[in-house]
């Protein structure tokens, strides 16, 4: 069972507005490597596992990295949205 969240709950608690970002994108950083080397470890038996989402329903890893390949491409582009808007 892989449990959703209410992810606007979370960057207010957890206040991404108020604080440095550096320490976040080295996090990200080193995320994205270790997922990377665990990737390439999967066997074809570990890719047809699937759990279930609470939000999304049957998910699997091919799901997972179908969603997730565009994450951060999708935030970086909130992120240059918000800072075009606080600019102008």
């Known amino acids: 069972m892989l449990q959703g969240y209410d992810q606007d709950a979370w960057a207010v608690l957890l206040r991404y507005n ?10 990200f950083r080193a995320v994205r490597a270790t997922t ?9 038996e570990d890719w047809k596992r699937a759990g279930w989402h609470t939000e999304s329903g049957l998910y ?3 799901t997972w990295l179908q ?10 582009a909130q992120i ?9």
Do not use: F, G, V
């Not at 990377?36 to 074809?44: G, N, R, V």
């Not at 969603?67 to 970086?76: D, L, P, R, S």
């Open 18 to 27: 108020l604080r440095d970002h550096a320490p976040a994108l080295d996090l």
């Open 60 to 62: 699997s890893a091919a």
């Open 36 to 44: 990377s080397q665990l990737l390439h470890e999967m066997t074809d």
């Open 67 to 76: 969603i997730y390949a565009a994450h951060a491409h999708n935030h970086a």
């Open 80 to 88: 240059a949205r918000l800072k075009a808007a606080l600019t102008k």
